[in-house]
């Protein structure tokens, strides 16, 4: 990154910082995250150095490294030893037979409901001797994540969170789904995910929520929640109007929660020319757009988490 366009970058999220606080609506607005820690953190995930964090892989072990390293420092509640849940992959690549998910707590006033917040913290890995470095796909929603995590451990929020970072989502979702098959608290418990994947190429200042098709009581939240955004939230991609490859509903690891009847949004942006290829980099994101979706979304996280008894209805037992 040239010094020119390290200047960029911190001068786009001094100005996010400037902004003025949005008038109120529901509920108090969220205390501003730690915007400039969220802007190295996507830098440093999306880095060569970390060869592009293909499952099992020396670029994911560092990229797990750095999370856990965070997670410690900020005092939140390991969920596995050392924060790793270890999984067993199979797969034809026989180069792969374990994953890492990494999972962190921080709990609530009331413990009886958990709210997890995801992304997959997995990318390409190198091909052809290019890093694929996935910066908007997926360190975006991974460095966002760890700035909430780390926001919440400072501030008590009112039930369990849970802030699981996947591995494998490229390579069909493996970390998710053990996740779900052996979660960390009873699975009755959990009562929602927030998937956040691919939130950062805000390229006409928009981003998307999905899954209120499937859960229509998200969406008073979500149009309190637009109402009051730094970008246009919109909702959608969560239906077959559009064809197959418009419906997000199986595209990412919140389909793991689907598959067990729990709730669930997802955030992130339409493909663009980028997505999946070598120049998806750091130097293409607008530091001020990205922050305006984190702080977007963790507008919603605060709306849910105050209101999740009333919200989300109690799951009929199996």
Known sequence: MTIRNQLAGIAAVLAVLA?????????????????ASLWQTLGALSADSMKGRRMGTPGSASARALLVRRL?????????????QSFPVTMRDTSVRTGVNVLAMVRGADTSRVLVVSAHYDHLG???????????????????????AEYYARHTPRHT?????????????PGARAFVKS??????????????????????K??????????PFFRPLLEATAAVAPVTLLLGHDTDAHGLHDNWTTQSDHLAFH?????????????HPDYHRVTD?????????????????????RRLDQSLDTVVPARPAK
């Open 281 to 301: 980099d750091f130097e293409r994101i607008d530091a001020a757009r990205y922050v305006g979706a984190v702080r977007t979304i963790a507008d919603f996280v």
């Open 161 to 173: 969170m849970i802030f699981a970072f996947f591995d494998g989502e490229e390579l069909g979702m």
């Open 183 to 204: 979660p960390p608290v009873p699975r009755a418990r959990i009562v929602a995910d927030v998937n956040l994947d691919m939130v950062s190429r805000l390229d006409k």
């Open 259 to 271: 598959a067990e009847g729990i709730p669930w949004i997802c955030f992130g942006v339409e493909d």
């Open 72 to 84: 410690g420092s900020a005092g939140l509640v390991p969920l596995a030893p050392g924060f790793e």
């Open 206 to 215: 928009e981003i998307y929520a999905a899954g209120t098709s499937h859960f």
């Open 126 to 148: 190198v091909s052809g001797g290019q890093v694929y470095n996935g910066a908007d796909d997926n360190a975006s929603g991974t460095a966002a994540v760890l700035a909430l």
């Open 19 to 35: 902004l003025p606080v949005h008038a109120q609506r529901a509920t108090a607005p969220l205390a501003a995250l730690d915007s």
